[in-house]
């Protein structure tokens, strides 16, 4: 059964730092990977997709690497700002069928 | 943002009774999908759709049942609601190819039963 784990669970920083959240999944066999971005109340907001044959995207000030072997994807914010404070969470579609497995997320919280 | 239309916002509603959530969507997506939010437990799916008439069950789909007799329409039934399902239920959708993969959230729906 994949299972997906979000490292640090919240994480505080200073307006303008760089900063990069972590996402570990079990199960390398993957289809797809996706970040996506939830404001408090609010629904998810998808911010990057990548596909398994994909190293990376980009979008913006966001920056999201896959490295499926060791089960890794990273999301990196550059220069961040009090507007990017909100939960940040990873999701793995596997290739066995339609099924998105969701990261607990990382709180985010930039200071101005 | 994507078209999709989460009905009721909020419910309250009593132990035993039935409730029926409701997912509109206006972007002909072939996906459609039930997750429930809690704390401690993130989002877990409930149900899924991969056509009209054509569902299948997710992670936590005892309790519940589900319909898509139109493209555009995916509704959530609690054949009697329990304590246990109070939580936020989100519907998504996805075009299923390439870049029409990403999954794309409604508003989501706060359900209480007392």
């Known amino acids: 059964k994949q299972e997906v784990t979000q490292i640090p669970a919240a994480l505080s920083v200073p307006e303008g730092e760089n900063l990069v959240l972590n996402c570990s999944f079990t199960d390398s066999a993957i289809y797809n990977l996706q970040w996506f971005r939830q404001d408090p109340g609010k629904g998810l907001t998808s911010l990057l997709l990548?596909?398994?044959?994909?190293r990376e995207q980009t979008s913006g000030r966001l920056n999201a690497s896959l490295d499926k072997s060791s089960g890794r994807s990273t999301l990196y914010i550059a220069a961040s700002q009090p507007g990017d404070s909100a939960t940040y969470l990873c999701?793995?579609?596997?290739?066995?069928?339609?099924?998105?497995?969701f990261g607990p997320g990382t709180r985010l919280s930039v200071l101005p | 943002d994507a078209g999709i239309t989460q009905s009721p916002r909020h419910k309250v509603t009593e132990t035993g009774t039935p409730v029926t959530l409701r997912c509109h969507q206006t972007?002909?997506?072939?996906?459609m999908y039930w997750y429930r939010q809690d704390p401690g437990h993130g989002l877990r799916l409930i149900h899924y759709?991969?056509?009209?008439?054509?569902?299948d069950k997710g992670e936590v789909s005892d309790g519940y049942s589900v319909s898509r007799s139109k493209t555009e329409d995916f509704l959530l039934t609690l054949e009697s609601a329990t304590s246990s399902q109070t939580s936020v239920y989100f519907c998504?959708?996805?075009?299923?190819?390439?870049?029409?993969?990403?999954?794309?959230f409604g508003s989501g729906t706060q359900l209480s039963v007392l």
């Open positions: 972007e002909n997506h072939r996906y």
């Open positions: 759709s991969y056509g009209v008439k054509d569902t």
């Open positions: 998504a959708i996805s075009g299923g190819a390439g870049d029409h993969e990403k999954l794309f």
């Open positions: 990548i596909q398994s044959s994909q």
């Open positions: 999701a793995v579609r596997d290739n066995y069928g339609q099924n998105f497995v």
